[in-house]
């Protein structure tokens, strides 16, 4: 993604099943001055009310993509936040 104007911008955060559940809403807007990493993002949401149940088994998605906690998240990103899957 191009690096946009200067300044603080906002990724979205979609939150699915229990995640959406414990902070009661199915998104969150974290506010960035630059580029963060997957895991600080986390990190951002954990400090939100509820976040704090948010584990390190957690799957992450940066634009409808797996993505590991060191990758890059920037400007116009989407990030999507799952629980563990269990299968039956």
Same mark, same amino acid.
């Given at each position: 993604m191009a690096a946009g104007p200067p300044g603080p911008f906002t990724i979205r955060v979609q939150l699915f099943a $229990?995640?959406?559940e414990l902070l009661g809403a199915d998104h969150l807007d974290v506010v960035a001055e630059g580029p963060l990493t997957v %895991?600080? #993002? *986390?990190s951002r949401v954990r400090a939100f009310p509820g %976040? $704090?149940?948010? %584990? #390190? %088994?957690t799957l992450v998605a940066v634009n *409808? $993509?797996?993505a590991p *906690?060191?990758?890059a998240v920037t400007r116009g990103d989407e990030v999507a936040i799952?629980?563990? *899957?269990?299968g039956g």
């Open positions: $229990r995640y959406a %895991g600080e #993002v *986390l %976040g $704090r149940t948010i %584990g #390190v %088994g *409808l $993509r797996q *906690l060191s990758a799952l629980p563990p *899957l269990a």
